[in-house]
């Protein structure tokens, strides 16, 4: 047959990696770690096989086993050793995160980046104080314990300024709000730059979803909401103009860094913030998309290594450039 256009050609294996469009570098993952102020031992996440949370002391040994696989950076998440209403431990200057990322700073050249939020701070598991709605506004609906309650938004942008600063002074390289709060990054940005922080890039949750796909990471730092759920700060499924929306207000209001969460099941969206924003874009392959990946593999129904770096692939390829994953030390490893 006298083909004119044989595609083939080009995949060979001679020049397939000559002619790839995509490649995924360690540098551009970053690995979350899970830092537990009520343990002092390492305690196996068992819906996230291979996570633990660690002990204040393991930190550091933690964060160099991350350092030698080569990826770019650590998130860091606390559990509190008590919680409250306010979520007061989120800023105390000898809390969780904090004792962390100074010894982390002080002992590895690690980059440091730190969630902001105050789910796993709150006793009720919301991501701020809560405050009565008003009629009309969205309550949580359906709520059994007090279906006139919601996250109060301006006292909540207080707490995440304090956060920040504190996690800033501690030794955070880089600040990563994922409360959905409204206003959440000028907040922050202004805490930051107060105190002489101008330098700390925020990396903004700016499109969060309201995903069933957390719940391992909700076991992983005990931050599910004790009632209710979380619909009326995060995103609609259903929606991608709104993340476009969503994602420019948290642009104007100074984010370095822009980031869609989850991932795989959201790579529309990451190819639309790709399209309409030269920021950098991140993409936060989360615990549920980890989890479903493994559970399948132990059943024997996937390779492993090979869905692991075939979904990376294909969250770069998307448009993001940073990818946030709990695959990421053993994906580094293979590269
Ligand atoms: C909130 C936060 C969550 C995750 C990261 N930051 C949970 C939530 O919004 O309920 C989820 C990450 C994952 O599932 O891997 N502080």
């Known amino acids: 047959m006298n083909l004119t256009h044989r595609p ?35 305690v196996p996440i068992e819906s996230m096989p291979g996570h633990e949370r660690v002990p204040i002391d393991e930190s550091v040994a933690r964060v160099e086993e991350v350092l030698e ?15 409250d209403p306010e979520g007061t431990r989120a800023w105390a200057e000898d809390g969780v995160v904090q004792e962390a990322a100074r010894r982390i700073s002080a002992d590895t050249d690690a980059y440091i980046i730190t969630d902001v939020c105050l789910c796993e701070y709150t006793d009720h598991g919301h991501c701020g104080p809560l405050e009565e709605a008003l009629r009309g506004e969205a309550g949580y609906e359906g709520c059994p314990h007090d279906p006139t309650l919601t996250v109060d938004n301006d006292a909540s942008l207080e707490a995440l300024d304090r956060i920040a600063v504190s996690h800033a002074e501690a030794g955070a390289d880089m600040i990563a709000p994922s409360g959905m709060m409204d206003g959440m990054v000028a907040a922050i940005r202004e805490g930051l730059d107060r105190k002489g922080f101008e330098h700390v890039p925020i990396m903004s949750y700016a499109a969060k979803y309201e995903s069933a796909f957390y719940g391992p990471f909700r076991d992983a730092a005990d931050g599910a909401p004790a009632f209710g759920n979380r619909r009326h700060y995060q995103m609609d499924p259903a929606n991608a103009r709104e993340a476009m929306r969503e994602v420019r207000l948290d642009a104007e209001q100074g984010a370095d860094v822009l980031m869609v969460k989850p991932a795989l099941p959201y790579l529309d969206i ?22 479903m990946l493994h559970a399948a593999a132990e059943k024997g129904w996937l390779d492993l290594e090979a869905v692991a770096l075939e979904s990376l692939l294909s969250i770069k390829r998307a448009g993001a450039d940073l990818i946030l994953t709990y695959f990421a030390e053993d994906v580094a490893k293979r590269l």
């Not at 360690?26 to 031992?41: K, R």
């Not at 190819?271 to 991140?282: K, Q, T, V, W």
């Open 8 to 42: 083939r050609r080009l995949r060979q294996d001679r020049v397939r990696g000559l002619v790839s469009e995509t490649s995924l570098e360690p540098a551009d993952l970053i690995a979350p770690v899970f830092v537990d102020a009520t343990t002092d031992e390492r």
């Open 69 to 83: 696989t080569g990826v770019g950076a650590v998130m860091l998440f606390g559990i509190p050793e008590s919680k």
């Open 270 to 291: 990451v190819r639309d913030l790709r399209r309409e924003f030269d920021h950098p874009i991140a993409a936060y392959n989360v615990s549920g998309e980890y989890a």
